[in-house]
């Protein structure tokens, strides 16, 4: 007879046996063809896993698609032609940063390679009903929050 958990087995036929007592001084009947085994099924029954024993395409695909990236290999600024208004150099770096509600316009900050930076504000004209934007130029300080 064999015993797989709880479950007891005919050992002539293979048979599944009637619900094992877990007791070994029990014997149970085959149904199929009447041999008599004594019950090795246990009452208690403790199972371990872990992930890997339940492959899932899904959790493979995320995993082979993981890419590390570290902080300081990201440049997430642009250049552009633009003097800068402390050095006069001609190229400063720039990025566009959403300060207000989502219904006005986004804030452009410059930086210049001196440590300037400057924000330029797009806000529509109050006095035009044109499309185009107005620019307000404001010195930005204490930048340091923006700064990678």
Known sequence: ?????SLVFCTDCGNLLPASLGNAHNILTCECCGAENKDTGSTRIVTKS?????????????????QRVERHNVKTDSTVTERCPKCGREEVTYTNVQLRSADEGSTIIYMCQCGYSYALSRLPSPVSRLPSPV???AAFKGY?????
């Open 135 to 137: 620019f307000r130029t």
């Open 144 to 148: 340091s929050v923006f700064k990678n």
């Open 50 to 66: 872990k992930p890997s024993d339940f492959p899932s395409l899904l959790r493979q695909k995320l995993q082979s698609n993981v």
């Open 1 to 5: 007879m064999a015993a797989i958990g």
